[in-house]
């Protein structure tokens, strides 16, 4: 492996499976070196493709999403570094898919548990390939001042004290990347801090070994000195050994095996890693130790003697004339997520919406205060739930009761009417549900299903103002308004609408008081001395009745009523209900496969 630098300031990668939390640390860690274009060149999500938007900086960025490796590496030819999110189930087939193209020079693989098979399969085809694998289990790796990969070196206040925005001179590599946060910090304390580190990955079967790297740094000039943590269980350290004695590697090392505390235990211990398992004296902290102290590395007698050993290595550099101090710089301040910032309490934003009737942030959604478990626990019916998110208040059952009457009543009223015109044509012509739906109820207005509001309005405020029925007709008729709720093309004074009959029926038995129905009626009863079609429809029926409703239940105000009727309530609650039957409408002509309709030219009048 060998060679040299894997990173610099310009290096870019392309990252499998999408995080949000590690890409934008990788994104902030550039704005914090300086760097001019961000280290995440594009972003591969399986079956997905377009942009996601992070930060970079103040500015905000769109990132591209590919669905492939291939189409990601075709469209990003300069992006030679792959880090790969995926699980351990097939973190193996994607970083073998990576490594054959012939952009990728570095994978990195952070998944933990991939089958050893799998990874010496990766190992051998990443060596032939002249190409470099970081992990399995593994954290990444970082050169101070230029790249990261991930998580590496954690939140941006570690990477600020462990002065990895700027590079130093200290060359590291770990097998854990738990404990590389935690000697970035200690390297920084006694040295200039570190040029680049690495995590090689805790598994059995590392992609790259701590010799790889050691002889990597060995070629970079600007490492001076280097750094290793090792621990019990296998044998990669004594490839480092060998190096050593062979005088492969001519800088300082200061090395030191962790593990040393498995002799106090009467059996073999596996500690966290897969490969931290000792199984001899070989694999042992201490006869690791002992071989890097006998082939010319500085180890220590302790881990708590690590920083001084280090300390007292870069030193002797320093006065060698080998390492300049670092000139050290004020990194910029990354600026802080909305989110975080309104947590801490450091600035308050306003809110784009203002929601009275639901929540759904607790453990399960609540209409207007009552949770959903209650609803159901408490036999509550589409009535008892129109009432929560309508109006913002348990209605007694008649009142619930009255809203489903309402519903089931105006569900439908057969094919002919408008709506259902409108839906059947839609439907027939091969549209889906909610465009056949929809091209119905725009049908609704005055002239259709729209008069409930209308009637209650003008019905509320003639008898509020204590009009006569023939002062309200005639007043009306001055103005050249129609009265709403009263008319309709095929009933009449002696066949009256059955709907309307069940209604005032309901009403009257339940109600507390019906005083609008009963205006109504007397509306009526005008009416009909004009015409025997001016009969009270089911849209004056409900709206007189609802009005009774708010008004009887005693649970609304009259400026709440008088808001209710302005806003349109009464309406929704027909729209609500002949939905049903414009759906219904629409299976029905899907369910016959009925034929594009074409409207026939005998029932057209063509004229000039």
Same mark, same amino acid.
């Given at each position: 492996?060998?060679?040299?630098?894997?990173?610099?300031?310009?290096?870019?990668?392309?990252?499998?499976?999408?995080?949000?939390?590690?890409?934008?640390?990788?994104?902030?860690?550039?704005?914090?070196?300086?760097?001019?274009?961000?280290?995440?060149?594009?972003?591969?999500?399986?079956?997905?493709?377009?942009?996601?938007?992070?930060?970079?900086?103040?500015?905000?960025?769109?990132?591209?999403?590919?669905?492939?490796?291939?189409?990601?590496?075709?469209?990003?030819?300069?992006?030679?570094?792959?880090?790969?999110?995926?699980?351990?189930?097939?973190?193996?087939?994607?970083?073998?898919?990576?490594?054959?193209?012939?952009?990728?020079?570095?994978?990195?693989?952070?998944?933990?548990?991939?089958?050893?098979?799998?990874?010496?399969?990766?190992?051998?085809?990443?060596? @032939? *390939?002249?190409?470099?694998?970081?992990?399995?289990?593994?954290? %990444? !790796? #970082?050169?101070? =001042?230029?790249?990261?990969? +991930? $998580?590496?070196?954690?939140?941006?206040?570690?990477?600020?004290?462990?002065?990895?925005?700027?590079?130093?001179?200290?060359?590291?590599?770990?097998?854990?990347?738990?404990? @590389? *946060?935690?000697?970035?910090?200690?390297?920084?304390?006694?040295? %200039? !801090? #570190?040029?680049? =580190?690495?995590?090689?990955? +805790? $598994?059995?079967?590392?992609?790259?070994?701590?010799?790889?790297?050691?002889?990597?740094?060995?070629?970079?000039?600007?490492?001076?000195?280097?750094?290793?943590?090792?621990?019990?269980?296998?044998?990669?350290?004594?490839?480092?050994?060998?190096?050593?004695?062979?005088?492969?590697?001519?800088?300082?090392?200061?090395?030191?095996?962790?593990?040393?505390?498995?002799?106090?235990?009467?059996?073999?211990?596996?500690?966290?890693?897969?490969?931290?398992?000792?199984?001899?004296?070989?694999?042992?902290?201490?006869?690791?130790?002992?071989?890097?102290?006998?082939?010319?590395?500085?180890?220590?007698?302790?881990?708590?003697?690590?920083?001084?050993?280090?300390?007292?290595?870069?030193?002797?550099?320093?006065?060698?004339?080998?390492?300049?101090?670092?000139?050290?710089?004020?990194?910029?301040?990354?600026?802080?997520?909305?989110?975080?910032?309104?947590?801490?309490?450091?600035?308050?934003?306003?809110?784009?919406?203002?929601?009275?009737?639901?929540?759904?942030?607790?453990?399960?959604?609540?209409?207007?205060?009552?949770?959903?478990?209650?609803?159901?626990?408490?036999?509550?019916?589409?009535?008892?739930?129109?009432?929560?998110?309508?109006?913002?208040?348990?209605?007694?059952?008649?009142?619930?009761?009255?809203?489903?009457?309402?519903?089931?009543?105006?569900?439908?009223?057969?094919?002919?009417?408008?709506?259902?015109?409108?839906?059947?044509?839609?439907?027939?012509?091969?549209?889906?549900?909610?465009?056949?739906?929809?091209?119905?109820?725009?049908?609704?207005?005055?002239?259709?299903?729209?008069?409930?509001?209308?009637?209650?309005?003008?019905?509320?405020?003639?008898?509020?103002?204590?009009?006569?029925?023939?002062?309200?007709?005639?007043?009306?008729?001055?103005?050249?308004?129609?009265?709403?709720?009263?008319?309709?093309?095929?009933?009449?004074?002696?066949?009256?609408?059955?709907?309307?009959?069940?209604?005032?029926?309901?009403?009257?038995?339940?109600?507390?008081?019906?005083?609008?129905?009963?205006?109504?009626?007397?509306?009526?009863?005008?009416?009909?001395?004009?015409?025997?079609?001016?009969?009270?429809?089911?849209?004056?029926?409900?709206?007189?009745?609802?009005?009774?409703?708010?008004?009887?239940?005693?649970?609304?105000?009259?400026?709440?009523?008088?808001?209710?009727?302005?806003?349109?309530?009464?309406?929704?609650?027909?729209?609500?209900?002949?939905?049903?039957?414009?759906?219904?409408?629409?299976?029905?002509?899907?369910?016959?496969?009925?034929?594009?309709?074409?409207?026939?030219?005998?029932?057209?009048?063509?004229?000039?």
């Amino acid at each position: 492996m060998a060679t040299g630098q894997l990173f610099s300031r310009t290096t870019q990668a392309l990252f499998y499976n999408y995080k949000q939390l590690p890409i934008q640390r990788m994104l902030d860690f550039d704005f914090l070196c300086g760097r001019e274009t961000p280290s995440v060149a594009g972003i591969i999500n399986p079956g997905a493709e377009g942009f996601q938007k992070l930060f970079f900086g103040q500015e905000e960025i769109a990132i591209p999403v590919h669905s492939t490796i291939e189409a990601a590496c075709t469209a990003h030819p300069t992006a030679d570094v792959f880090i790969n999110f995926a699980s351990f189930r097939s973190a193996a087939a994607s970083s073998m898919a990576a490594l054959k193209q012939p952009t990728i020079r570095v994978v990195a693989i952070i998944a933990e548990g991939v089958p050893m098979s799998d990874t010496k399969q990766l190992i051998a085809y990443a060596r @032939s *390939n002249k190409k470099v694998v970081i992990g399995p289990a593994t954290v %990444g !790796g #970082i050169q101070a =001042g230029a790249f990261k990969i +991930g $998580d590496t070196a954690g939140t941006i206040d570690n990477i600020v004290q462990c002065k990895l925005y700027r590079p130093g001179s200290v060359g590291f590599v770990s097998k854990s990347g738990g404990m @590389s *946060n935690e000697m970035y910090n200690t390297i920084a304390r006694v040295t %200039g !801090g #570190i040029y680049e =580190g690495i995590a090689i990955g +805790g $598994d059995v079967f590392p992609g790259s070994t701590l010799s790889d790297h050691i002889l990597r740094f060995n070629n970079i000039p600007q490492v001076k000195m280097m750094v290793v943590l090792g621990e019990l269980g296998g044998r990669d350290e004594y490839s480092l050994v060998e190096a050593l004695k062979q005088g492969k590697v001519n800088k300082p090392v200061v090395a030191w095996v962790c593990g040393t505390c498995a002799r106090l235990f009467k059996s073999e211990v596996q500690f966290g890693h897969a490969g931290a398992k000792s199984g001899g004296e070989m694999e042992s902290a201490q006869g690791k130790n002992q071989a890097l102290r006998d082939a010319g590395a500085v180890v220590p007698t302790s881990y708590e003697a690590f920083e001084a050993v280090i300390k007292e290595t870069f030193d002797k550099l320093v006065e060698q004339g080998k390492i300049t101090p670092v000139k050290e710089v004020m990194p910029p301040q990354i600026p802080e997520d909305l989110n975080s910032a309104i947590k801490s309490g450091k600035v308050r934003a306003p809110t784009h919406i203002i929601s009275t009737i639901s929540d759904d942030r607790g453990e399960e959604p609540c209409y207007a205060g009552v949770p959903m478990s209650s609803i159901v626990e408490r036999g509550y019916g589409v009535g008892d739930v129109i009432s929560l998110l309508w109006f913002k208040r348990s209605l007694p059952r008649y009142c619930t009761h009255f809203i489903e009457i309402c519903i089931m009543l105006c569900a439908d009223h057969g094919p002919c009417v408008s709506g259902a015109h409108n839906t059947i044509v839609t439907a027939r012509a091969g549209k889906d549900l909610v465009s056949s739906l929809v091209s119905g109820l725009l049908t609704i207005g005055p002239r259709f299903g729209g008069a409930i509001d209308d009637a209650a309005r003008y019905f509320k405020d003639a008898y509020d103002r204590g009009l006569t029925p023939y002062e309200f007709v005639e007043g009306m008729k001055k103005k050249g308004i129609r009265v709403p709720g009263i008319g309709h093309r095929i009933k009449r004074g002696d066949n009256r609408d059955k709907r309307v009959e069940l209604l005032q029926r309901f009403a009257r038995t339940h109600f507390p008081s019906v005083k609008y129905m009963e205006y109504a009626i007397q509306v009526e009863t005008y009416t009909l001395s004009k015409a025997n079609n001016l009969v009270l429809n089911v849209d004056g029926a409900i709206g007189s009745l609802f009005l009774d409703l708010l008004a009887g239940s005693g649970m609304f105000s009259k400026q709440e009523i008088d808001e209710i009727v302005e806003i349109g309530y009464l309406n929704g609650l027909f729209v609500l209900a002949r939905s049903i039957g414009l759906i219904g409408h629409t299976f029905d002509q899907k369910r016959l496969k009925q034929p594009l309709y074409r409207h026939p030219w005998e029932d057209v009048l063509y004229t000039k």
